[in-house]
């Protein structure tokens, strides 16, 4: 996978767009973004650049892409101690804030299933979301807390 995404990057670079229609891959078997992708390609490149930059008008944060990987590492390592495995379900809803994009992330690089969600949603619409596919994993912020927790009561 490394050969064909570094040919796509080499193509848009060029600017040679055209190029891309013909280009044909073969679908893996076994395919992790963030390990093949992210970290094969994007950490071992661009080790110190970059990878996200986040404001929230008043704060600049900037995290570069070695730092993104040890955050995700760290997170996936938190969460595999803690017995959460691949396939689990993951339930997300924070704001945009850093934590969210790591949570990305390791979802993706762990193989859990991810139920991102916007946090204008109300407790119904969770309890709606629980009683489909009860999470393994809660990730929200202190402001979303007591929905949660109420979805949680009335999903039973």
Not at 11 to 34: C, D, G
Not at 86 to 96: A, C, E, G, K, N
Not at 135 to 145: H, L, S
Request: charged residues 25%; glycine residues 4%.
């Amino acid at each position: 996978m490394e050969n064909i995404f570094r040919e796509i990057q080499r193509l848009i670079a060029e600017k040679k767009f055209a190029a891309l229609q013909t280009l044909s891959m073969q679908k893996p078997v076994k395919f992790n973004w963030v390990k093949e992708v992210f970290e094969d390609i994007h950490v071992k490149d661009r080790l110190d650049e970059p990878a996200l930059i986040w404001t929230n008008g008043n704060k600049t944060q900037s995290f570069s892409f070695v730092q993104m990987q040890h955050a995700c590492n760290q997170f996936l390592n938190f969460l595999r101690k803690r017995g959460i495995g691949q396939h689990d379900v993951l339930f997300l809803q924070l704001p945009l804030l850093p934590a969210n994009w790591i949570s990305y992330l390791t979802a993706i690089k762990g193989g859990f299933r991810l139920i991102p969600s916007a946090t204008i949603l109300g407790v119904h619409d969770i309890e709606y979301r629980f009683k489909k596919l009860v999470p393994a994993v809660v990730i929200t912020d202190a402001e979303n807390a007591e929905k949660i927790d109420e979805a949680e009561k009335l999903s039973g």
